[in-house]
């Protein structure tokens, strides 16, 4: 069972899909008996050759199943091809939402696939591997429901939908049973995060969304009990996020239930720190007490608001329009009221929406959240988009690397506008989504009197005219995305990991910024950007040579770098808490001294998009660090 994660980062992603099946087939007595399962698990970046030299150097198995993404696919298909050269007798299995459905086109590209599963996977693998060893043909399995094969005459064969597990605990739960593997040679948790599901389905029907194929479905659950079980083994392990793969977490009475064993568990044993999930689009009663618990346990988060548009006909084509997520801005005020870590999600290019829309949409939404995850819209396949792209007028192309439908143009969004806003999205996404500041944006909004957008253009045209060779690594990302490539990891390392990077914001600041912002402001925002730049994670190795002499300390059973006695000339942690809470702040000048505690191992997610993890290891004071450890401060 092969997987290839996006990301290439020293830490693996967790094989949960494959983990599943594998379990599964395990524990059947059909299977169990009479088969080894190995999940090969390969980084973002392992290549092809590679790939094959390792997985075929020890012989060819029988059966060859792929978890396929967007991502993988044309690399799995290609292996595929080198698998039949070495077993042409072997089987072949695609898998997962890239290619559910897609059997035809599939084939038609990679003929050494054999098998398209097109749903939930554990039942039909299961029989997939029991047809095998009843010395069943690859081109005669009518009698397994769910798939898509080639037949004798090479014409595709789609048997009858499997019905969906309602039952999810008859799946035996990978971690448990030791399906996947959890610890590495020197017996650390070897995966970047824990990855969880505690239910599956979602009753929406969103244009651009293909939820596992469960979208417009009935909502099931796995068993408190199961859940418990593993979040105890996590804990022991002390995984520090746990990350939930829910389409609508905090939706369902149950989902609260979770949360309260999760926090008991971790007043036991110290683990997990962090949940991290997609949350119910539309906020219940049983939101927001999942959100009051999770404070007042210290227990962090970032609470998403996926309004992905603001324009009013985008989100009628987008089957959002009667959603209760439209009215959202009482929700954002709350949690900055609160101090709670929150984002939101866009999608630039959606079919309805213009330039202007969805800038007002952006200014909008950025009056209340900073973190905006800004995202090009991708053609997924299976979603309503893309079996309507001549309605829409839409232009797109595949990705380079990926399989991917890129969004060039559509009926309201001509080429030229795309390209202008790709510039936009590149450095929202840089600055504002991977956190590089976090302050500012409040800062800049209530002090200075500039909108996030007005920053982020300013930044952009002061990037594009700089002679300074520092801008070089930036423009040169900014290129190979617009070309296809995903260059973000490439730029986030070089931000988060040089000091000319940061000599370079501070030279942006000085010559462009502050000469825009009011006089009375600019000693305050310059020390707001001061602690935005202190706080950024810890990242050994690079060039920024002052973290190779930072002091460590063990606390809350965990590893930090320290940072003390930094002096403030403004109290800047009460003027942020201040102003996200919509208080006065008081902005006389006043010496702070402030230690800051960031947490080891960045280097693991530093060339990952992965903001949700990038948050925790931003710098923290004491104060912060022991409530998310649920200690108090020492006094």
């Keep these: 069972m092969i997987q290839q994660g996006v990301w290439d980062m020293p830490l693996e992603s967790m094989p949960l899909a494959a983990g599943y099946m594998k379990a599964m087939a395990l524990t059947d007595p059909r299977t169990g008996p009479h088969v080894d399962i190995d999940i090969v698990n390969y980084r973002g970046e392992v290549t092809l050759a590679a790939m094959a030299n390792d997985l075929l150097?020890?012989?060819?198995?029988?059966?060859?199943?792929?978890?396929?993404?967007?991502?993988?696919?044309?690399?799995?298909?290609?292996?595929?091809?080198?698998?039949?050269?070495?077993?042409?007798?072997?089987?072949?299995?695609?898998?997962?939402?890239?290619?559910?459905?897609?059997?035809?086109?599939?084939?038609?590209?990679?003929?050494?696939?054999?098998?398209?599963?097109?749903?939930?996977?554990?039942?039909?693998?299961?029989?997939?591997?029991?047809?095998?060893?009843?010395?069943?043909?690859?081109?005669?399995?009518?009698?397994?429901?769910?798939?898509?094969?080639?037949?004798?005459?090479?014409?595709?064969?789609?048997?009858?939908?499997?019905?969906?597990?309602?039952?999810?605990?008859?799946?035996?739960?990978?971690?448990?049973?030791?399906?996947?593997?959890?610890?590495?040679?020197?017996?650390?948790?070897?995966?970047?995060?824990?990855?969880?599901?505690?239910?599956?389905?979602?009753?929406?029907?969103?244009?651009?969304?293909y939820w596992g194929g469960a979208t417009g479905q009935r909502v099931r659950a796995f068993s408190r009990e199961r859940l418990r079980a593993e979040l105890e083994l996590f804990a022991k392990l002390k995984v520090h996020t746990i990350v939930l793969c829910d389409a609508n977490f905090g939706m369902l009475p149950i989902d609260e239930e979770f949360v309260d064993d999760l926090l008991r568990i971790r007043e036991v044993h110290g683990f997990?720190?962090?949940?991290?999930?997609?949350?119910?689009?539309?906020?219940?009663?049983?939101?927001?007490?999942?959100?009051?618990?999770?404070?007042?346990?210290?227990?962090?988060?970032?609470?998403?608001?996926?309004?992905?548009?603001?324009?009013?006909?985008?989100?009628?084509?987008?089957?959002?329009?009667?959603?209760?997520?439209?009215?959202?801005?009482?929700?954002?005020?709350?949690l900055d009221r609160e101090g709670l870590d929150s984002y939101a999600e866009l999608i630039w290019g959606a079919p309805g929406e213009t330039v202007q829309g969805f800038m007002d949409g952006y200014d909008r939404l950025s009056q209340h959240v900073s973190r905006i995850a800004v995202y090009p819209l991708l053609l997924l396949p299976n979603t309503e988009y893309a079996e309507q792209k001549e309605l829409h007028g839409i232009i797109s192309v595949r990705g380079d690397n990926d399989d991917f439908e890129y969004v060039l143009a559509h009926r309201t969004m001509s080429f030229a506008t795309n390209q202008q806003m790709q510039r936009f999205l590149y450095w929202s996404r840089l600055l504002c989504e991977m956190a590089v500041f976090r302050h500012l944006w409040v800062g800049l909004r209530e002090l200075g009197e500039l909108r996030q957008s007005q920053a982020l253009q300013d930044i952009e045209?002061?990037?594009?005219?700089?002679?300074?060779?520092?801008?070089?690594?930036?423009?040169?990302?900014?290129?190979?995305?617009?070309?296809?490539?995903?260059?973000?990891?490439?730029?986030?390392?070089?931000?988060?990991?040089?000091?000319?990077?940061?000599?370079?914001?501070?030279?942006?600041?000085?010559?462009?910024?502050?000469?825009?912002?009011?006089?009375?402001?600019?000693?305050?925002?310059?020390?707001?950007?001061?602690?935005?730049?202190?706080?950024?994670?810890?990242?050994?190795?690079?060039?920024?040579?002052?973290?190779?002499?930072?002091?460590?300390?063990?606390?809350?059973?965990g590893t930090y770098f320290t940072r003390e006695n930094i002096p403030l000339s403004y109290d800047v942690p009460e003027i942020i808490a201040a102003l996200r809470a919509n208080r006065a702040p008081d902005l006389t000048p006043k010496l702070t001294i402030v230690d800051l505690y960031y947490r080891k191992g960045f280097e693991n997610f530093a060339s990952s998009t992965n903001h949700e993890e990038i948050v925790h290891f931003m710098g923290m004071t004491r104060e912060q660090l022991d409530r998310e450890s649920n200690r108090s401060a020492r006094v």
């Excluded at 007490?289 to 996926?306: C, E, Y």
């Excluded at 490439?490 to 931000?495: F, G, K, P, R, T």
């Design 57 to 209: 150097r020890a012989g060819p198995p029988d059966i060859l199943a792929f978890s396929v993404f967007g991502w993988n696919y044309r690399a799995f298909g290609s292996l595929a091809e080198t698998f039949k050269q070495l077993n042409p007798d072997g089987w072949v299995v695609f898998g997962g939402t890239h290619v559910a459905n897609q059997a035809e086109r599939t084939f038609r590209m990679f003929p050494d696939v054999d098998i398209v599963v097109n749903g939930e996977g554990e039942l039909t693998f299961c029989d997939l591997v029991a047809a095998y060893l009843d010395g069943g043909s690859r081109h005669d399995l009518g009698a397994v429901e769910g798939i898509t094969y080639q037949g004798l005459d090479n014409v595709p064969v789609t048997t009858p939908a499997r019905e969906r597990i309602q039952d999810l605990d008859c799946i035996p739960s990978p971690f448990l049973t030791g399906a996947i593997p959890l610890l590495d040679e020197e017996g650390a948790f070897r995966y970047d995060v824990a990855l969880m599901e505690t239910n599956r389905g979602c009753p929406y029907k969103c244009s651009f969304c």
């Design 461 to 557: 045209q002061w990037m594009s005219a700089t002679t300074s060779p520092a801008a070089a690594p930036l423009r040169a990302a900014f290129d190979a995305v617009i070309g296809g490539s995903d260059a973000y990891g490439q730029a986030l390392s070089y931000l988060f990991g040089s000091y000319e990077a940061r000599r370079l914001f501070a030279q942006w600041w000085h010559e462009s910024m502050r000469p825009k912002l009011p006089e009375g402001m600019r000693p305050v925002l310059d020390e707001i950007i001061r602690f935005d730049m202190l706080t950024l994670p810890v990242y050994p190795g690079q060039d920024a040579g002052e973290t190779l002499l930072l002091p460590e300390v063990e606390l809350h059973g």
């Design 272 to 334: 997990p720190r962090a949940l991290e999930t997609s949350w119910a689009k539309n906020k219940s009663a049983v939101f927001f007490s999942i959100v009051h618990k999770l404070k007042q346990a210290g227990m962090r988060s970032s609470f998403t608001l996926a309004l992905q548009t603001l324009d009013d006909n985008a989100l009628r084509l987008m089957n959002r329009r009667n959603m209760k997520v439209n009215a959202w801005e009482e929700l954002a005020e709350w």
